[in-house]
């Protein structure tokens, strides 16, 4: 069983920062694709980075959070990480780190096997 806990949400004003952690308990951390997504409210649950096992390949939603946020992970530290600068009021939403086995990288929710609970992120105007 692997076990995802996120941490580092907060209450922040727009164009401030915050960074993300998720730490993965229970198996080989380097055999899993990792990714964030976001749910805002209202909305369904979206897509933002993922990065590869090794961490040299990493990939981003689109143009609202290329540039601005920053996906990494520490393999000796069996953690996630996201960098979110500049941040908006439609960063807004519960941030969720997932953990993929297959070897085929995945922007798809449904294609991650394990996730964390949540941690929240809001973003005031």
């Known amino acids: 069983q692997v076990q995802l806990v996120e941490s580092g949400g907060g209450l922040v004003q727009a164009g401030g920062s915050l960074r993300l952690s998720c730490a993965v308990f229970g198996r080989t951390f380097n055999n899993y694709n990792m990714g964030w997504f976001r749910q805002a409210p209202g909305k369904e649950r979206e897509f933002v980075a993922r990065?590869?096992?090794?961490?040299?390949?990493?990939?981003y939603a689109d143009d609202s959070v290329k540039g601005r946020f920053t996906i990494s992970r520490d393999n000796a530290k069996n953690t996630v990480y996201l960098q979110m600068n500049n941040l908006k009021p439609e960063d807004t939403g519960v941030y969720y780190c997932?953990?993929?086995?297959?070897?085929?990288?995945?922007?798809?929710?449904?294609?991650?096997?394990?996730w964390g609970q949540g941690t929240q992120v809001t973003v005031s105007s």
């Open positions: 997932a953990a993929q086995a297959s070897v085929y990288y995945s922007t798809l929710a449904d294609e991650y096997d394990y």
């Open positions: 990065i590869s096992r090794s961490g040299r390949n990493t990939f």
